[in-house]
């Protein structure tokens, strides 16, 4: 048996749109969809015959059994598939009160921190402006513009210049040249960062170059030997060969007697 495709749905603090269109779409299936539309919107159903109200509880119980604890406790009082609906869409509209003055403060104080990249800083301000659309308040294109750029740091700031530059220029033509803009200065700090690169490593492999360099020359200066070595110790005895001391063998003596220096 295939799982129904709202079964592992239920609603919780944070995913009520997704709950709302999934249990939809589940009494839909069930058809039961016209139990939780409000009667002045479906004036064609008969709500006095009894399998109308029996639906109708068939609907409230699929209702309940999708929604967490937490959130049952605010349709205990429901007797009616559509009173349990419209009890859990106030509680979701007292909880977005607030959480719309979260997010906005959240979107108005979000800023780009140093080092990080471009594209990971429009994905952070996409999931904001998704928040922003959850609680019912979407942005436009412009909004996104203004805040996108406002929250850019120096380094960004010829993409503002592009757009405070072209003001008449139409939106359709602002992105191209938006990427373009982007792409360029992307290049220029790859190219920045290679050359910064390779001038490292030239710079390191010189030094290494040097050091080999130095110890064989002095290896070869110890094994070398010098030119007038053999001929200063035969014409210019030093100290110690000087200073040798002699055992003559005259009388039998066997007293050593110093060298004169």
Not at 87 to 100: A, H, P, S, V
Not at 149 to 162: A, P
Not at 223 to 233: D, L, W
Request: with cysteine.
């Amino acid at each position: 048996m295939s799982p129904s495709y709202a079964d592992t749905v239920k609603l919780v603090e944070d995913n009520y749109f997704h709950w709302e269109f999934n249990m939809r779409m589940k009494l839909s299936r069930k058809g039961l969809l016209a139990h939780i539309i409000k009667p002045e919107f479906n004036v064609l159903s008969d709500r006095s015959t009894v399998q109308w109200k029996t639906d109708n509880l068939k609907a409230l119980g699929v209702i309940a059994g999708d929604v967490s604890l937490t959130y049952q406790v605010y349709i205990r009082g429901a007797t009616t598939a559509a009173d349990s609906w419209r009890m859990l869409e106030e509680q979701f509209n007292r909880i977005t009160l607030k959480n719309r003055l979260i997010v906005t403060k959240k979107l108005h104080n979000f800023k780009m921190e140093s080092g990080t990249r471009f594209a990971v800083h429009v994905d952070q301000f996409k999931e904001i402006v998704l928040q922003m659309e959850t609680i019912g308040e979407p942005l436009d294109e412009t909004q996104h513009l203004v805040l996108l750029l406002g929250s850019l740091t120096d380094e960004y700031q010829m993409i503002s210049t592009v757009f405070e530059n072209t003001p008449n220029m139409m939106r359709s033509k602002l992105s191209p040249v938006l990427m373009h803009r982007m792409n360029r200065h992307r290049l220029n700090r790859r190219r920045s960062l290679r050359r910064r690169a390779m001038t490292s490593v030239s710079s390191m492999a010189s030094a290494s170059t040097a050091r080999r360099l130095g110890t064989r020359k002095r290896s070869a200066a110890r094994r070398r030997p010098t030119r007038n070595a053999g001929k200063s110790r035969g014409r210019h005895p030093t100290t110690r060969s000087r200073l040798r001391v002699r055992w003559p063998r005259l009388n039998g003596s066997s007293t050593p007697v110093q060298a004169c220096t």
